[in-house]
């Protein structure tokens, strides 16, 4: 039994746990992805060099990154003439098999949160502007709000207009508090100052926002180092987490962002938003391909509770539920 067939047994089956917010949050790609392959089984009669051919272009418009595209298709070829396949309408359930084996393979598979027991925990939030990181961080904080966590925020992109307050609104319709620095000012000073109320107060995370502007690699990296080195002068394994916001609608310019911020700053997990947005959810696949940190949340929509932690599983079935019928 395949991977997909072994998924979807697990999903669909009796006892079953399918996530609806996977299955709806996907509904584009896997339209998208779905439909193009059931195309192209439609237009073959045989599997041979042209229909590896539109499969690898498939496989490129659905974001899935021509370096990975290669590995998959190569892998393709070799199981379907190990199997003496040559219907191509047999061919669905390898292709997704491949897919996400490779994809599987030599990865850190972990979607999970490094909590800190019985001291605070500091994540900090890098992405570029526009990518959805102060909604990711009003979206994280609730969710560990909801798990019992106390949660304090950190206004550290002092830079962009308008983002202190944006973040504050948030805070205060969480009901968490926030330190905000001042406009135009020293993040690094409102992360010290995050730091010492955050352990005053005997918080379990402080969330830190900071500035998102990648045209300015040298200014951004430096400002990236100070905060690393305040946070490290006042909790010597910090931060715990930092965590890569990318907007999933970007495509390979989304991979390319982070290619650049996994350069400037150690990168330990990925949050995908606006997965909901998108017809090429590929993108999971390219940002494994080009930097191979896992992505640890998906956006699925807009509401609070539409952050899920990612599940490969789940996302496989909402991602290509379409080939293989229900």
Same mark, same amino acid.
């Given at each position: ?48 060099? $042209?229909?590896?051919?539109?499969? #690898?272009?498939?496989?490129?418009? *659905? ?23 040559? $219907? ?58 909801? #798990? ?55 918080? $379990? ?17 430096? #400002? ?22 990318? $907007? ?7 991979? *390319? ?28 696949? *390219? ?40």
């Amino acid at each position: 039994m395949g991977f997909f067939s072994k998924v979807k047994e697990k999903i669909v089956g009796k006892s079953a746990k399918q996530n609806e917010k996977y299955v709806a949050g996907l509904d584009k790609s896997n339209a998208s992805f779905s439909d193009r392959i059931n195309q192209l089984a439609a237009r073959f009669r045989e599997i041979d060099d $042209d229909y590896f051919e539109e499969l #690898e272009n498939i496989l490129i418009m *659905s974001d899935v990154g021509v370096n990975m595209v290669m590995k998959i298709v190569d892998e393709i070829k070799k199981e379907v003439r190990l199997q003496g396949i040559t $219907d191509p309408k047999d061919i669905n359930e390898i292709i997704i098999d491949k897919m996400f084996v490779i994809y599987a393979n030599d990865s850190v598979m972990t979607n999970t949160i490094n909590y800190q027991e019985n001291a605070l925990t500091v994540i900090l939030m890098v992405g570029v502007n526009g990518a959805g990181k102060t909604t990711t961080i009003a979206k994280l904080a609730h969710r560990m709000k909801d #798990e019992g966590r106390h949660v304090m925020l950190v206004a550290g992109d002092t830079f962009r207009a308008g983002a202190i307050d944006q973040l504050a609104e948030w805070a205060r319709r969480l009901d968490v508090e926030i330190i905000e620095g001042k406009e135009g000012g020293d993040p690094s000073a409102a992360v010290f100052d995050g730091i010492k109320q955050a352990k005053e107060k005997k918080a $379990d995370v402080l969330i830190i926002d900071t500035a998102g502007r990648l045209q300015n690699k040298v200014n951004l990296m430096n #400002e990236l180092e100070k905060m690393n080195r305040i946070i490290k002068r006042e909790i010597p394994d910090g931060p715990h987490e930092t965590l890569l916001v990318v $907007d999933a609608t970007t495509g390979q310019n989304g991979v *390319s962002q982070a290619t650049e911020f996994a350069k400037i700053t150690e990168i330990t997990g990925i949050v995908l938003t606006k997965m909901d947005g998108t017809a090429k959810g590929g993108i999971v696949l *390219s940002i494994k391909d080009a930097l191979n940190i896992p992505v640890k949340f998906i956006g699925l929509g807009e509401k609070m509770d539409d952050l899920q932690a990612f599940d490969l599983e789940q996302y496989v079935y909402g991602l290509c539920k379409n080939l293989m019928g229900e």
